[in-house]
């Protein structure tokens, strides 16, 4: 039964489902518009909540529960991002290693983790963050990205700079797989900055 909006909206605020994606994180089904549930699939972002029904952790440049990186990767990872931020000081790079499992979409959660963790800069920071999941248990990755980089970068472009990434990720090589990630963002995004300025000078 579909509860009362207002219910769902101290739960999970509307318009969200935008945020997190052009295409449906759960069947990858291609929006043509900004929805709150898959058309095709009925994913939302309360049936994330659902699924994910605990806490989410703080988004930050590393987010490494279990730590799968030294101290020292971890401290050349942030060291990264901050550099990165200068260039690109809209863009917020997340980072984050968690083990999940098959069973988990990584999609999925990548998607809940980005709506529902808090982002120091409040709701607006997300629109241009770049979160980048590795499961290390079932060696995949997922990107989710704001309502900000959704009309800039295509999904099958994230899907290449992660495959830049595997074979780091298979030798378990986390913090050199993020890096590399991290590389191939900011290629891509400072290229797309670009096209943007010409866009709108026109
Ligand atoms: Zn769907």
Redesign the pocket.
């Known amino acids: 039964m579909k509860k009362p909006a207002e219910e769902r909206k101290k739960v999970y605020p509307a318009k969200r489902f935008a945020r997190g994606a052009i295409s449906?994180p759960?069947?990858q089904?291609v929006l043509e518009h900004a929805t709150e549930r898959?058309p095709?699939?009925g994913?939302s972002g309360q049936v994330a909540v659902e699924k994910f029904p605990f806490p989410a952790p703080e988004l930050s440049a590393v987010i490494d529960p279990n730590s799968y990186l030294s101290k020292e990767e971890t401290a050349s990872v942030v060291s990264k991002v901050q550099k990165l931020q200068k260039r690109l000081p809209q863009v917020r790079f997340l980072n984050c290693l968690v083990p999940l499992g098959n069973e988990i979409n990584l999609r999925e959660f990548g998607f809940w983790l980005f709506n529902a963790g808090q982002l120091k800069g409040g709701p607006q920071a997300k629109d241009f963050a770049v979160l980048f999941l590795i499961d290390p248990k079932q060696k995949g990755m997922s990107v989710t990205v704001g309502y900000g980089l959704d009309a800039l970068v295509m999904d099958t472009e994230w899907v290449t700079i992660c495959q830049g990434s595997r074979d780091l990720l298979f030798r378990q090589k986390f913090g050199q797989g993020i890096e590399q990630f991290l590389d191939g963002a900011l290629n891509l995004l400072a290229e797309r900055a670009l096209t943007l300025k010409k866009e709108l000078k026109k």
């Open positions: 449906c759960s069947c089904y898959c095709k699939c994913f």
